[in-house]
């Protein structure tokens, strides 16, 4: 029973839970009514298959950065230490391997089914760039941190793929499905935006929370390279970035009567993050730059949920 619940904890069940919320809103929330009278052409076994490719491939990238981040974590994180630990190295590669295989297996799968290779060729880049980032990336100077942030973006980006959407051919693809594909391209835009921003920024507070054990395996991330408090401006930068997007879509929605909506990301999201950005300034300790960085995470939640309000905009 204990290597089970190290086993969840190792592959982070709660972000899993969050790509699955994040793809199955995005696509009935975001997607579906916009199809309005036109029929859905895809199947919900192959969207399925699509989340569980997400969350297999999410899962051991996981498992691949605290395969090689025992040391480091043996210094940040000694209390939530799962390889060598609780679970032996040599299950925890198998595991990795076991689930990035499933989930180009699926991916391969779908794109064979739909004809949209770019789903099977961009799932395996992901699971590329994961073993880069875990043993090379990851070290490197804001490198690791875009890696995750746009794969994070691909999170949403693949469903608009999934959708038979196409960067180039908007015009063409409504034609075809009977409904404003302009509009899921903005959409999209919105929330992969979104997505990539938050994650970049927390990605660079946790980098802060690290210093210690990223700094004696000479890591050379954002903080240790340019300092604290150059990094502190480049995380508050995207955050006001962030709130400021935030703002006018938020004004634009009060304006076209979606005043629920609004003050919903008002509330959670703009609110929340004003305060981080008011908090990161004073924060000075890993426990302070940790309680940030479950905040963000919270934020990250919020705009996700926000998708709901498509349904209901009003």
């Given at each position: 029973?204990?290597?089970?619940?190290?086993?969840?904890?190792?592959?982070?069940?709660?972000?899993?839970?969050?790509?699955?919320?994040?793809?199955l809103?995005?696509?009935?929330?975001?997607?579906?009514?916009?199809?309005?009278?036109?029929?859905?052409?895809?199947?919900?076994i192959?969207?399925?298959?699509?989340?569980?490719?997400?969350?297999?491939?999410?899962?051991?990238?996981?498992?691949?950065?605290?395969?090689?981040?025992?040391q480091?974590?043996?210094?940040?994180?000694?209390?939530?230490?799962?390889?060598?630990?609780?679970?032996?190295?040599?299950?925890?590669?198998?595991?990795?391997?076991?689930?990035?295989?499933?989930?180009?297996?699926?991916?391969?799968?779908?794109?064979?089914?739909?004809?949209?290779?770019?789903?099977?060729?961009?799932?395996?880049?992901?699971?590329?760039?994961?073993?880069f980032?875990?043993?090379?990336?990851k070290?490197?100077?804001?490198?690791?941190?875009?890696?995750?942030?746009?794969?994070?973006?691909?999170?949403?980006?693949v469903?608009?793929?999934?959708?038979?959407?196409?960067?180039?051919?908007l015009?063409?693809?409504?034609?075809?499905?009977?409904?404003?594909?302009?509009?899921?391209?903005?959409?999209?835009?919105?929330?992969?935006?979104?997505?990539?921003?938050?994650?970049?920024?927390r990605?660079?507070?946790?980098?802060?929370?690290?210093?210690?054990?990223?700094?004696?395996?000479?890591?050379?991330?954002?903080p240790?390279?340019?300092?604290?408090?150059?990094?502190?401006?480049?995380?508050?930068?995207?955050?006001?970035?962030?709130?400021?997007a935030?703002?006018t879509?938020?004004?634009y929605?009060?304006?076209?009567?979606?005043?629920?909506?609004?003050?919903?990301?008002f509330i959670?999201?703009?609110?929340?993050?004003?305060?981080?950005?008011?908090?990161?300034y004073?924060?000075?300790?890993?426990a302070q730059?940790?309680l940030?960085?479950?905040?963000?995470?919270?934020v990250?939640?919020a705009?996700?949920?926000?998708?709901?309000?498509?349904?209901?905009?009003?």
């Amino acid at each position: 029973m204990k290597s089970i619940v190290a086993f969840f904890k190792l592959i982070r069940w709660p972000n899993l839970v969050f790509i699955i919320i994040t793809q199955l809103l995005f696509y009935y929330c975001i997607y579906v009514p916009l199809l309005a009278n036109a029929a859905d052409t895809r199947s919900h076994i192959l969207f399925g298959m699509l989340i569980t490719a997400s969350i297999c491939i999410a899962a051991a990238g996981y498992i691949i950065n605290d395969y090689f981040d025992v040391q480091i974590d043996s210094i940040n994180k000694p209390a939530k230490l799962i390889i060598d630990k609780h679970i032996k190295r040599r299950w925890a590669i198998l595991w990795h391997w076991i689930l990035s295989a499933v989930g180009m297996s699926l991916s391969t799968y779908i794109s064979f089914k739909t004809g949209l290779w770019i789903i099977s060729g961009a799932n395996f880049a992901c699971v590329v760039f994961l073993w880069f980032y875990s043993t090379t990336f990851k070290k490197k100077i804001l490198t690791g941190n875009i890696i995750i942030a746009a794969l994070t973006a691909w999170v949403i980006i693949v469903v608009y793929f999934f959708a038979g959407a196409d960067f180039f051919r908007l015009n063409g693809w409504a034609d075809i499905n009977g409904f404003n594909a302009r509009k899921l391209f903005k959409f999209t835009i919105l929330f992969s935006g979104f997505a990539f921003i938050i994650s970049l920024v927390r990605e660079v507070i946790k980098d802060m929370e690290d210093m210690d054990g990223d700094r004696k395996y000479h890591c050379r991330t954002m903080p240790i390279v340019w300092g604290v408090p150059a990094s502190k401006v480049f995380t508050a930068v995207w955050l006001v970035v962030c709130i400021a997007a935030l703002t006018t879509v938020s004004l634009y929605a009060w304006q076209a009567g979606w005043w629920l909506a609004a003050l919903y990301v008002f509330i959670f999201c703009i609110l929340p993050l004003g305060y981080i950005l008011k908090k990161l300034y004073a924060a000075a300790t890993p426990a302070q730059y940790h309680l940030l960085s479950n905040m963000v995470k919270a934020v990250t939640l919020a705009g996700i949920i926000s998708m709901l309000f498509f349904i209901f905009p009003h």
